[in-house]
């Protein structure tokens, strides 16, 4: 199973295999995840929206194009929970739980460790907008392709270059702002 | 190199610091070190792509120390999710539903049964055969009305009048009777209200605490102390 390709595994799942739902899961839990969490800000949201992808990828198995990657193919249905999650958020008033507090970085101005040039980057993708911050994340951190990142967002591949430009661009000029030098 | 280069041979440089995409073999070092050494002479040349030659450099460090950071990762779901994305149960709301309209009937046909006051007089025998034929045409009525729900929730509103019958007025009551000065049963309004209110509690009636709670039914005569046993318990 270890070994099997993405279009063997959709094949395993439609033949009934109990074991391939597992691989599809453990195979693209973190790219989910991390589009969720990019996306959504939040890890409890993220959890519920990566699980509500795979349950919506697996009982749709037989209507996906085996002949087509898979991967876009889950990132499309996870944005798309994603912004389903984030409407409802819009709409529903402010939760006093702390827990319900968005999962983003301090970026308050004061002392700070220039040695932490991570978390640095961090506070940078968290003041980016929400377009640029998953497309910087999509590319930077899952490792996706133009392509990829276009299909599962939905946008142009030339909208999603100049957004991942605009977002270094920005980054770049907050880095400096926060006196972050190399 | 004019500005515009500046900023594409940025980005592809940028687009290569990505782990996957990261390549150190000795190709892709010579040119990178070509693309930065044109960047250099263009940042000396222009103030203004100076200033963001610097930036940029501070953002791929600060890019590549991000990059070797452990990612967020997901609790353990795999089972979760498995589970949730297996093929639901059929849904099990109706029993109830049947159930207790069952039960609701056989509580309304119980109604029709209520006896005079027991400082009244007892019936004359003209009065005991109409209360016996509106008993059956209750009981019919009764069954129809539980067969729209469910057999079963038929099965039981039936047996139930049957048992009241039986216990109550005697099984001889339920067709045209013959005259007889015989006594009218418990007050069925007592029964009515108990069958009603194990219904709107929920009782489930093949449960072992609902079978306790019926139970009385059965018995010889109408049971007036509380049962014990809760149909919340089910």
């Given at each position: 199973m270890a070994t099997m390709d993405d279009r063997l595994l959709v094949e395993a799942i439609r033949a009934g295999d109990p074991q391939a739902p597992r691989e599809l899961i453990a195979r693209?839990?973190?790219?989910?995840?991390?589009?969720?969490?990019?996306?959504?800000?939040?890890?409890?949201?993220?959890?519920?929206?990566?699980q509500e992808t795979f349950v919506r990828a697996l009982r749709g198995i037989f209507g996906f194009d085996a002949s087509r990657p898979i991967r876009p193919w889950?990132?499309?249905?996870?944005?798309?929970?994603?912004?389903?999650?984030?409407?409802?958020?819009?709409?529903?008033?402010p939760a006093a739980d702390p827990s319900r507090a968005v999962d983003r970085p301090d970026d308050r101005a004061g002392p700070h460790d220039p040695d932490d040039l991570a978390g640095e980057l961090e506070l940078a993708l968290a003041q980016l907008r929400p377009d640029y911050r998953t497309v910087f994340a999509l590319f930077h951190e899952q490792g996706l392709s133009y392509e990829e990142v276009a299909?599962?967002?939905?946008?142009?591949?030339?909208?999603?270059?100049?957004?991942?430009?605009?977002?270094?661009?920005?980054?770049?000029?907050?880095?400096?702002?926060?006196?972050?030098?190399? | 190199m004019n500005c515009r280069d500046f900023d594409q041979t940025w980005n592809r440089l940028l687009d290569a610091e990505s782990g996957t995409r990261r390549d150190d073999g000795p190709e892709a070092a010579a040119s990178r070190l070509a693309r930065e050494s044109g960047l250099r002479e263009h940042a000396e040349s222009c103030p203004s792509c100076r200033i963001r030659h610097r930036q940029f450099e501070a953002l791929r460090v600060a890019m590549r120390a991000w990059s070797a950071r452990p990612r967020p990762e997901p609790a353990a779901a795999v089972d979760r999710i498995v589970l949730a994305a297996s093929p639901a149960p059929r849904p099990r709301r109706a029993w109830p539903l049947a159930w207790a309209?069952?039960?609701?009937?056989?509580?309304?046909?119980?109604?029709?049964?209520?006896?005079?006051p027991r400082d009244e007089?007892?019936?004359?025998?003209?009065?005991?055969?109409?209360?016996?034929?509106?008993?059956?045409?209750?009981?019919?009525a009764s069954l129809r009305l539980a067969l729209t729900a469910s057999e079963p929730a038929a099965r039981l509103g039936l047996a139930m009048l049957d048992a009241s019958i039986a216990?109550?007025?005697?099984?001889?009551?339920?067709?045209?009777?013959?005259?007889?000065?015989?006594?009218?049963?418990?007050?069925a309004s007592d029964l009515a209200t108990r069958v009603g209110g194990y219904a709107a509690a929920?009782?489930?009636p093949l449960s072992d605490a609902a079978r306790r709670a019926f139970g009385f039914l059965r018995t010889p005569s109408l049971d007036k102390t509380a049962p014990t046993a809760s149909p919340r318990g089910t």
């Open positions: 693209f839990q973190g790219v989910v995840f991390g589009l969720c969490f990019r996306m959504l800000g939040h890890r409890h949201d993220a959890e519920d929206a990566m889950l990132l499309e249905i996870a944005a798309n929970r994603c912004r389903t999650a984030m409407a409802l958020r819009a709409r529903r008033p299909r599962a967002l939905g946008r142009p591949v030339g909208t999603i270059k100049t957004w991942l430009h605009r977002a270094r661009a920005e980054m770049a000029a907050h880095l400096a702002a926060r006196g972050v030098r190399c | 309209s069952g039960l609701a009937a056989a509580a309304v046909a119980a109604s029709f049964f209520r006896p005079p007089p007892a019936p004359a025998p003209a009065r005991r055969a109409s209360l016996s034929v509106a008993m059956s045409d209750a009981r019919e216990t109550d007025f005697g099984p001889d009551d339920v067709a045209p009777a013959p005259d007889d000065d015989a006594e009218v049963g418990p007050d929920g009782a489930r």
